[in-house]
């Protein structure tokens, strides 16, 4: 299955389900992450997420050379000597043996397909919660539409039970398609990364001509429907692509000009490297960015510069 391969609408690659998350909406939330991307950011702090299909995180550290996973392994993509083991990503079919027979633990398969009933079943489990508090479902990734009818179908699930629902998303879709998502959606949380368009090809691997003209429709439509309707715009802050002083004035005006009362609030990202050890656990490690988080300083001139 190629990347960005669409699945059955009835089931989803789910690769993480978040309970007690208290940033991804009002209130308390379970956080669904389902998997594939649109985009290739160099600094993605989740690239497990990237590929729709299920991938097999590996850490090196832990392996003992037992040999286990290569004997068990139906394609042929484990090979073993007595210095290392090595993944053919090209074979790893993402079954998830190799998994189950390590010893160590030092596999973890990242990708599991879940029907409807699955996920709402966990979602479900914390309604109390979600009740007192306002809180319900966020759809995370990757990026949900990626995967649109098995995100349609959680979102109207949500909304037949009375839960709040709330996405993340870069915006990089027709607008059928994120139109008919945010139908079923009270809080948008949307990615702007920067205003310059070949700064953002090269950083993501597309433009954002789509992102941004989706984010004044998305305006438009929130005027129209109210209150019923959140947008929140999200700026990942990344290290020498477009944490400068006017990068983050661009967006600004972008927002204040195009975008209008419409939005609710802006928030800003300081980048996180937490994720940087999954790009050597996916055979990746030269894509490492390799990147160290802006400082508090720096962080407070940003915070002002917004307040202004």
């Given amino acids: 299955m190629e990347k960005n391969d669409q699945i059955k609408s009835s089931t ?35 690239p497990e997420s990237q590929a729709i299909k299920p991938e097999i995180l590996f850490n090196k550290s832990s392996c003992t050379l037992c040999g286990y996973c290569a004997n068990v392994c139906p394609t042929g ?3 073993f000597s007595e210095k290392s083991v090595i993944i053919d990503r090209a074979k790893c079919a993402g079954c998830g043996i190799c ?23 966990l979602v479900l489990k914390d309604k109390a919660f979600y009740d007192n508090s306002n809180g319900g479902i966020t759809l995370s990734g990757g990026d949900p539409i990626m995967q649109k009818e098995f995100a349609l179908q959680l979102l109207r699930r949500s909304k037949e039970i009375g839960l709040n629902t709330a996405i993340e998303t870069c915006g990089y879709a027709t607008w059928p398609i994120l139109k ?27 433009d954002n001509i789509l992102i941004l003209e989706n984010a004044k429709k998305l305006a438009k439509e929130k005027a129209i429907l109210g209150k019923e ?29 195009e ?15 937490l994720g940087e050890a999954k790009y050597d656990r996916l055979d990746r490690g030269k894509e490492r960015p390799g990147m160290e988080p ?13 307040k202004a």
């Fill in 12 to 46: 989803g690659s789910v690769f993480n389900i978040q309970r007690y998350s208290i940033h991804d909406g009002p209130g308390i939330r379970t956080t669904v992450f389902l998997k594939g991307c649109p985009m290739e950011c160099f600094w993605c702090q989740n």
């Fill in 77 to 79: 993509a484990n090979s």
């Fill in 99 to 121: 998994v189950e027979v390590c010893p160590v633990n030092a596999r973890v398969i990242s990708g599991k397909e879940m029907t409807v009933e699955e996920v709402m079943d």
């Fill in 180 to 206: 008919s998502i945010i139908e079923y959606t009270d809080f948008i949380f949307y990615d702007i990364k920067c205003l310059d368009s070949s700064k953002h090809l090269k950083a993501t691997g597309k």
């Fill in 229 to 257: 309707k959140t947008m929140k715009i999200r700026v990942p802050m990344i290290p020498g692509f477009n944490d400068s002083i006017e990068d983050v004035q661009a967006v600004l005006r972008f927002v204040k000009e």
């Fill in 259 to 273: 975008l209008g009362p419409t939005v609710s609030d802006l928030e800003i990202l300081r980048y996180n490297n």
């Fill in 294 to 306: 802006q400082s508090n300083e720096y962080m407070e001139i940003i915070k002002t510069i917004i």
